[in-house]
């Protein structure tokens, strides 16, 4: 694929989405192209479309310009979508179906063949931020922009420990910080900091937490009488499957939450061994080697029982 500004030649009407329920990485590589183009096309129309990003993300510049619902027909010149497939871009998928010309950028292997005209998609990637990055031209970027592509970079690698995170990963992160943006406050704000609801049913899902395999996964979950009880979104329940993973001896942790009745989003995080990404595809999910995702109806130990005849394949395989 050309730099994001050839592909975009001569064009009046460009449409820039994620997926359904937006991370940091997401939220930050959208911006980071939305804020892009605003400044080096200002002649054209530029919209971004994302459900309404998680608070923390508000020190992103530009953020309050997200459309988070599309009432509009519009027929765009360009759809870019970006760290997903247009499966999974909820009401936005409109815009891409119309569009004249599409563009996928990702880094999902279950997303590897792309579903734009014209795709860069590359699953050793360590985000659709770095990817983002790599298409833009370094001597336009600005602190406002150079800022959404690392808080995107940072909440995909885990701040930079997990596996991956590359030299080329830390050499982009490098050249991003030279822009002179807070990068330690940023982390913080929008990684580590929790409200005091946030704690509580983070406290609450590691303490109802079970083992089993022996103790190689965890499981928990929380349902929607929960959520309303301590007064949280989804959103709100980022990073309780990446404290249930770094329990001494797990190999896999699942988190799920409730969506409706018999209806739960699930989150895997692995440490090595099981590759979740192939868990969460065969319920049509994705993501990558060490972090996935789908969403599973039936009833909770229903959901549990049938993940965990893949998880428990997979650690028999890589045991023997």
């Known amino acids: 694929m050309k730099k994001i500004l050839e592909e975009l030649n001569r064009t009046d009407r460009i449409a820039v989405t994620g997926h359904e329920r937006p991370d940091g990485d997401c939220v930050g590589s959208v911006m980071a192209l939305y804020l892009y183009l605003k400044k080096m096309l200002p002649e054209a129309v530029v919209d971004a479309y994302l ?3 998680s608070l923390v ?5 530009g953020i309050e310009e997200l459309k988070t619902d599309c009432p509009e027909d519009i027929c765009y010149d360009v759809c870019i979508v970006i760290d997903t497939s247009a499966d999974r871009i909820g009401a936005a998928k409109k815009y891409f179906d119309t569009a004249r010309k599409t563009i996928n950028i990702d880094h999902h292997i279950t997303n590897a063949d792309g579903c734009g005209t014209v795709n860069y998609i590359k699953p050793d990637a360590s985000s659709a931020s770095e990817l983002v990055y790599e298409l833009l031209e370094e001597k336009d970027l600005d602190a406002s922009i150079a800022k959404a592509i690392y808080i995107g970079i940072a909440h995909d690698t885990g701040v930079f420990q997990y596996s991956n ?7 982009v992160a490098a050249k991003l910080i030279g822009y002179g943006f807070d990068f330690p406050r940023i982390i913080d704000q929008t990684f580590y900091e929790k409200t005091y609801w946030q704690t509580q049913i983070l406290g609450r899902a590691l303490l109802e937490s079970i083992r089993f395999m022996d103790g190689r996964c965890v499981v928990s979950m929380v349902d929607r009488k929960t959520m309303a009880f301590y007064q949280v979104t989804p959103q709100d329940l980022d990073g309780i499957v990446s404290q249930l993973r770094s329990i001494k001896g797990v190999e896999c942790a699942i988190f799920l939450y409730e969506l409706e009745q018999q ?4 989150s895997m995080r692995s440490n090595g061994k099981v590759d979740v990404a192939k868990v969460a ?9 060490r972090a996935a995702g789908c969403t599973m109806r039936g009833t909770y130990y229903d ?5 965990s005849l893949h998880i428990a394949r997979q650690l028999k395989e890589a045991k023997a």
Do not use: Q, R, S
């Open 281 to 289: 595809a065969y319920f049509g999910g994705g993501g990558h080697v």
């Open 263 to 266: 209806t739960y989003k699930v």
């Open 51 to 53: 459900e309404k990003p």
């Open 165 to 171: 995170t590359t030299p080329h990963t830390m050499e």
């Open 57 to 61: 993300f508000d020190c992103i510049d």
């Open 303 to 307: 959901c549990i029982n049938n993940l």
